[in-house]
């Protein structure tokens, strides 16, 4: 008897299979095999040091005839001595001298059609995967404390999650595209509306050590074919990008659509998610950063803004991340009362509820989830979250006629027990301000609190109304000091409603306060990117 093996695709068996295989490296294939594993069940099974499957991933054969002198047989769990190992070809692989030897290797299973294979690590530590979507089977490559790597049975959206939440809802796509494009005049990079910016060419956070890559380079083929499904235009791909910038902006990450941002960027710090102009279920493969393969495949939808929303929910899925369900549907569909709904979820609710529409990262505090894990913790093994950008009070830039502008007066939520505070005097009188979020809707998390105390600390005014983003002090005051303090907002309970947990980014103050002492005048603002680093790696472990 045989052992039965199961593994998993690189790519879904449709037209753009052999030219995505091909935009992985199959230019530069190595047409090689690595006899890494036979299985049978779910149990762990060891095959060999660290080192010695390392060494089999750098010296793989040319010749399949001669595979089992160069690399071995590995026969785990089968009765018969005699049975094939697994051949993996390789169709990509990379190693970075400069970072301990740290390789990415992908390619598919030879003989097994619609498989994938990825592994990723040092000489001392490696991760990997396999698995078969039709048989709806994978398995996972792991490295003991003792330095072996074992293989063992794991369910299939450990290696592959195809997303399914659902057919477009026809929401007024006049609404949507009206409230995309109604914010504050911010002058950080993502939160800009489109002025002909390069869209090939753009960065969410200059310098920062790890990247997501939007690859649309087959999308843009597919454009030009007369068969595409969208037309999409330049505005549309800034907006899909701006989703992921926005969604991600409490992290150390750099959404960019620039190759070469990306090619200079260290293996292990990279990401990158693929487009295609087609029908299809868009998908992800998990735990893929720190590889060259598209982490995540994505298709085409009506808008950029909707198409950005499944790219942040796949891009989580790259960091690991599993589907926000309930008792009821597999898919959370969120809470109306709030215009609240996980992005790991389902985002299809959100389109009528307009620019109010909040898509946030969660824990499973809603009732009913059956999905608990700690999405923001589980990111964070792979990238390093920002710094608080206002560590003590700073004061309010009031300009002219008492004008308070969001291009003079802005900040981060950067976590959930972030506070921000902006002083001012005044003489008395009326203090109308506007606290809103400046990041495109569809990808800001943040929710507003914001509240107005006077110089004993008493609380003059508190605002953070329901389903409604922004937060508003209008009120007037005595003559005296007072403190503006903005964090971020939670509506309802956490079990029924949401919690601080996630509402997170950036914010902008706008308005008016009467009589204000010694008025300062504005100084140009300029975007806050990462401190540039030296391209070292990020201290992460291969294995999730």
């Avoid at 509240?451 to 005014?461: A, I, K, Q």
């Amino acid at each position: 008897s045989k052992a039965t093996v199961s593994v998993l695709n690189w790519l879904p068996t449709h037209k753009h299979t052999r030219q995505h295989h091909q935009h992985m490296g199959r230019t530069t294939a190595l047409a090689a095999c690595a006899a890494l594993a036979a299985l049978a069940g779910a149990s762990a099974h060891g095959i060999g040091k660290n080192r010695d499957v390392y060494a089999r991933l750098m010296a793989p054969t040319r010749d399949r005839r001669s595979a089992a002198a160069l690399s071995g047989w590995v026969a785990m769990g089968t009765p018969d001595p005699v049975a094939p190992a697994l051949e993996v070809e390789l169709l990509d692989r990379e190693v970075d001298e400069a970072d301990g030897g740290y390789i990415s290797a992908t390619g598919r299973l030879l003989g097994h059609e619609g498989s994938d294979f990825m592994m990723k690590g040092t000489p001392d530590n490696l991760y990997g995967w396999a698995a078969l979507v039709d048989e709806g089977r994978a398995f996972e490559y792991t490295t003991g404390a003792d330095g072996e790597v074992t293989v063992a049975e794991v369910p299939l959206e450990k290696a592959h999650v195809e997303c399914e939440v659902g057919e477009e809802e026809e929401a007024s796509t006049a609404e949507v595209d009206a409230d995309a494009h109604r914010e504050a005049d911010s002058l950080a990079i993502h939160e800009a509306a489109y002025a002909g910016q390069d869209i090939r060419k753009l960065q969410s956070l200059p310098g920062a050590k790890m990247v997501l890559y939007l690859d649309y380079s087959d999308f843009w083929v597919d454009v030009r074919t007369s068969d595409a499904v969208r037309r999409y235009n330049k505005q549309h791909f800034y907006d899909n990008w701006r989703v992921p910038s926005a969604g991600f902006s409490m992290f150390e990450l750099n959404v960019v659509t620039d190759k070469a941002v990306y090619d200079r960027t260290p293996i292990r710090n990279r990401a990158k998610a693929c487009f295609y102009n087609e029908d299809g279920r868009s998908y992800a493969r998990p735990h893929s950063i720190g590889t060259n393969g598209c982490g995540s495949t994505n298709y085409v939808k009506r808008n950029g803004v909707i198409l950005g929303k499944v790219t942040l929910h796949e891009a989580g899925h790259q960091f690991g991340l599993g589907h926000d369900g309930d008792t009821h549907n597999s898919y959370h569909k969120g809470d109306r009362r709030f215009r609240w709904t996980p992005i790991m979820g389902s985002h299809w609710p959100g389109e009528w509820w307009g620019s109010q529409a909040l898509y946030q990262w969660s824990m499973g505090e809603y009732k009913g989830a059956t999905n608990r894990e700690d999405d923001l913790a589980k990111i964070g093994r792979y990238v390093q979250r920002r710094t608080d950008d206002i560590r003590a009070p700073r004061a309010l830039v009031v300009g002219g006629n008492g004008r308070v502008s969001v291009a003079q007066n802005r900040g981060k939520i950067t976590d959930r027990t972030d506070v921000d505070s902006f002083t001012f005097s005044t003489a008395g009188g009326r203090v109308d301000l506007t606290v809103t979020r400046t990041e495109l809707y569809a990808g800001s998390m943040l929710d507003i609190e914001a509240t107005l105390r006077d110089s004993s600390g008493r609380v003059v005014v508190r605002s953070n109304p329901t389903a409604d983003r922004s937060a508003y002090i209008d009120r007037t005051v005595g003559a005296g000091d007072y403190t503006l303090d903005i964090r971020g907002g939670a509506e309802g309970t956490p079990q029924s409603g949401f919690s601080t947990y996630s509402s997170l980014g950036n914010y902008g103050i706008s308005g008016t306060v009467a009589n204000v002492a010694g008025a300062a005048t504005p100084e140009p603002a300029t975007p806050q990117p990462a401190t540039p680093q030296p391209a070292t790696p990020q201290p992460t472990t291969a294995t999730p």
